[in-house]
């Protein structure tokens, strides 16, 4: 299993851009989450999924962000326009259904906004 | 508001010697608390899970405590290895279908 996978490792964009964050769950696992970690915050859950459908996004910081799960193996965080306070790293991690399983975190997505 | 603490930003300690990381919490109630270690440029890794009504739980070098009256968990690691030099994060959750909330975390070094 290849874990859960975040695309791209590294983002840099000008403020006012667009940005799209890009994560692919482990197989099988039915709750996804994106969170943002920074040094004075430190890891923020913006919002999370059960089977496709989101549960709450009452983290997501403005209407700025927005986010997907069309399918199981596939969502998307998007910031439209994008702001140098956004500048973060963004994980993306998922969880099977089972009690006792923790969360799986992939490598994440630093996002700089200049 | 909930809030999580964790003892410390940064603990040092010498190899072979027993850490022990705090997580206090209040204004929460949670069923499940997981611990989770944090390597610079990568997402953390789950270690542990630890219900309400466990005690303590354990595995290889690792123990965790979890203490409801208190509002605390201790999270140990013994034999201590520079290897283990990372960021370890508690979390808590209230029901296992929800979300987990994550404490600062402690930036721990074991000095050779």
């Known amino acids: 299993d290849a874990g859960v996978i975040q695309s791209p490792r590294h983002e840099v964009t000008e403020m006012g851009q667009e940005v799209t964050l890009r994560c692919k769950p482990i197989?099988?696992?039915?709750?996804l989450f994106w969170y943002r970690q920074t040094m004075m915050r430190g890891l923020e859950l913006l919002i999370y999924f059960n089977n496709n459908v989101p549960i709450d996004d009452s983290g997501m910081p403005e209407d700025r962000f927005s986010a997907k799960m069309p399918n199981a193996s596939f969502s998307t965080l998007k910031i439209q326009p994008s702001e140098p306070r956004d500048s973060a790293v963004y994980f993306c991690a998922s969880r099977p259904g089972g009690q006792g399983q923790g969360y799986t975190f992939g490598s994440g997505t630093r996002l700089t906004v200049v | 508001s909930q809030k999580i603490e964790q003892n410390s930003e940064a603990l040092n300690i010498q190899e072979g010697k027993t850490a022990t990381l705090t997580c206090n919490y209040t204004?929460?109630?949670?069923?499940?608390l997981q611990w989770y270690r944090q390597d610079p440029g990568r997402g953390p890794v789950f270690l542990l899970l630890i219900r309400e009504n466990e005690k303590e739980k354990r595995k290889e070098r690792l123990k965790v405590t979890f203490d409801t009256t208190l509002k605390q968990s201790l999270f140990h690691i013994t034999a201590s290895q520079p290897a283990d030099s990372a960021t370890y994060l508690c979390a808590l959750g209230r029901g296992y279908g929800q979300n987990f909330v994550f404490g600062p975390g402690t930036r721990l070094s074991v000095l050779p």
């Open positions: 204004n929460y109630s949670p069923a499940y």
């Open positions: 197989s099988g696992h039915n709750s």
